[in-house]
């Protein structure tokens, strides 16, 4: 199994009952919240774009932005965070993380999933970029549609 994140993007409307919902609600209204446009499910690969991120000192931080809901494993991003990253997103090809990845730093820093050294680092490259392109996807549609967005890590 293993820790994965995904988001899901919220209308304003539902940011309301998100935000007055118990821990025991959250969960239900998140995926009853679903709504209609690209998955927003990084899988395993949270941590290492998390890293890359940072490195390239795009002010994005995927596991420690938002608002924690409700004391779980998610969080709210709200609409302006949605823009804000949406266009961090855009400014920020692929290639721009890529000149930060080394998969021996990756493997001896403990970034998670240990796959970094497989193929010689190109599976963990591959396996960045594929998710990459779907954050980015995620956030242009949410942030065209006025959406916050709620983050789940777990």
Not at 10 to 31: H, I, M, T
Not at 45 to 72: F, K, P, R, V
Not at 75 to 83: A, I, K, Q, T
Request: proline fraction near 5%; avoid cysteine.
């Amino acid at each position: 199994m293993g820790i994965v994140m995904s988001f899901v993007r919220v209308r304003p409307e539902q940011v309301a009952e998100l935000g007055f919902a118990g821990a025991d609600e959250v969960g239900e209204l998140v995926f009853a919240a679903e709504n209609p446009g690209p998955s927003g499910y990084l899988d395993k690969a949270w941590s290492g774009l998390d890293h890359l991120l940072q490195a390239a000192g795009s002010g994005i931080e995927l596991t420690d932005a938002g608002n924690s809901l409700a004391d779980t494993d998610y969080s709210l991003w709200p609409g302006e965070l949605v823009r804000e990253t949406d266009e961090r997103l855009r400014a920020l090809p692929f290639d721009a993380l890529a000149a930060h990845y080394d998969p021996a730093a990756l493997d001896r820093a403990g970034i998670y999933p240990n796959i970094w050294l497989r193929e010689g680092g190109a599976e963990g490259l591959h396996y960045l970029n594929h998710h990459y392109a779907g954050l980015r996807e995620f956030f242009r549609h949410a942030a065209k549609h006025g959406s916050a967005a709620v983050a789940h890590l777990g």
